[in-house]
């Protein structure tokens, strides 16, 4: 069975500075890692997905994310955070069938001006 | 191509009472799962739906929850005499077919508040 963890459910950053997302994975199959963001009342939005490629995975909006399997990580990371930014982040884990995907908690993140 | 659709968006339901979720998938895709969001915490998986098929129904709750998938028209998660506890946001994914890469689009989610 799979599962994620992200660690802090709460994350804030100034405007311009590095956006850092923790997620780390428990897989018994390779996995399929994928960080969705949702604004307030909306549904998720893909940002990206690692699916046993690339390692270093780019994303909508500026946002990238490596997949280190020593880690078993899959941090979401962004150079320079703009206000547009602020959402909560699920990071989520499936097996190659994608049939069972399994969320994360959610960290909300705030940009501060 | 229009995205996922769910209706209603928000929706007030007494205790006892049914509460109807609709979720119209995205055109072509034949599968359908099912996500709850309770308040402070992350979306956990109900059911996973392909046309007039149940495929795996481990996350849904034993009793008073139950999914459709009909041949025509949308899929229909459906709870039957609501509780409190029902309160969450319930979203919708569908995807063109299992495997590698196929990706889950969500729909923006049905808010249930059980009064």
């Known amino acids: 069975a799979q599962s994620v963890t992200q660690l802090g459910s709460h994350v804030s950053v100034s405007e311009g500075a590095l956006v850092l997302l923790r997620c780390n994975y428990s897989s018994s199959v390779p996995p399929y890692l994928f960080w969705y963001v949702q604004y307030p009342n909306q549904g998720l939005q893909l940002l990206l997905k690692y699916t046993s490629a690339a390692t270093l995975v780019k994303g909508i909006n500026g946002f990238e994310a490596e997949f280190k399997k020593s880690e078993t990580s899959f941090h979401l990371t962004k150079p320079s955070a703009h206000m547009s930014d602020a959402a909560e982040y699920f990071c989520a884990v499936s097996d190659a069938n994608n049939n069972d995907m399994r969320f994360g908690a959610g960290t909300r993140l705030t940009v501060k001006p | 191509n229009a995205g996922v659709m769910q209706n209603p968006r928000h929706l007030v339901r007494r205790r006892g009472q049914e509460a109807r979720l609709r979720c119209s998938p995205m055109?072509?895709?034949?599968?359908v799962y099912w996500y709850r969001q309770l308040p402070e915490e992350g979306l956990k998986f109900m059911v996973y739906l392909q046309k007039e098929n149940i495929i795996d129904e481990s996350g849904m709750p034993k009793e008073r929850f139950s999914a459709e998938f009909p041949k025509e028209g949308p899929s229909i998660l459906r709870i039957q005499q609501v509780v409190r506890g029902d309160s969450a946001a319930y979203f919708c994914a569908s995807s063109l077919n299992t495997g590698d890469q196929e990706t889950q689009y969500f729909g923006p989610g049905t808010r249930l508040l059980v009064l």
């Open positions: 055109k072509g895709h034949s599968h």
